[in-house]
């Protein structure tokens, strides 16, 4: 794909940047490789988290989740699929859901005692600072897919399909 297609008839030239290059080559990287790695990083802590409460064990398994969409997701977009800024639009939001979730977590922890000692859950202020500018990020991404003119060119809009017009052959006429 060129960034400018004036080699192209008039009625197929696309006006703007085309391909996975720039800032939707950042997001694929993001969502295909740095994602998954940091999702690894958290779903062994918040499973050993789940004795605070269920929505840590959640969390977990949302964790799982997240990680094979981002994936899942990068590569649509890589290879070029239509449906890649949906997925993308998708995974955006269940990641804003799971940093909303994250947020309220602390909030919903039970202590927990062992015996001789009893548990609290505590997190350091910086916790609530990283996930507000995590939703902030994703926010940034959504209004990217929405907005972009690469991916509008990159990952055009399927043409409507019109039924065929009702002729004679249709009416059934002789």
């Known amino acids: 794909m060129t ?15 085309v391909g996975v290059k720039g800032w939707l080559l950042t997001y694929v ?7 998954p790695v940091a999702m690894l990083a958290n779903v062994f ?4 988290f789940a004795k605070f409460g269920p929505l840590f064990g959640f969390l977990a398994v949302f964790s799982v989740v997240l990680l094979v969409a981002g994936v899942y997701t ?28 994250l947020l309220i977590a602390p909030s919903t922890a039970k202590s927990y005692s062992s015996g001789i000692m009893t548990y609290s859950f505590r997190v350091k202020p910086e916790f609530y600072t990283q996930r507000w500018v995590g939703l902030a990020s994703q926010l940034l991404w959504l209004a990217y ?6 991916v509008r060119n990159t990952y055009p809009a399927p043409a409507p399909v019109n039924p065929p017009p009702a ?3 249709a009416e059934g006429s002789p």
């Not at 960034?3 to 940047?17: F, I, M, V």
């Not at 990287?29 to 994602?35: C, N, P, R």
């Not at 897919?145 to 690469?150: L, N, Q």
């Open 45 to 48: 802590p918040l499973s050993s």
């Open 145 to 150: 897919f929405i907005k972009s003119r690469r």
């Open 74 to 101: 990068g590569t649509m977009l890589i290879k070029g699929k239509a449906q890649g800024p949906k997925g993308a639009k998708v995974f955006l939001a269940m990641l804003m859901a799971y940093s909303v979730l």
């Open 167 to 169: 002729g004679p052959a």
């Open 29 to 35: 990287l993001f969502s295909t490789v740095v994602y």
């Open 3 to 17: 960034e400018n297609s004036a080699d192209k008839p008039l009625g197929e030239a696309t006006r703007g940047p």
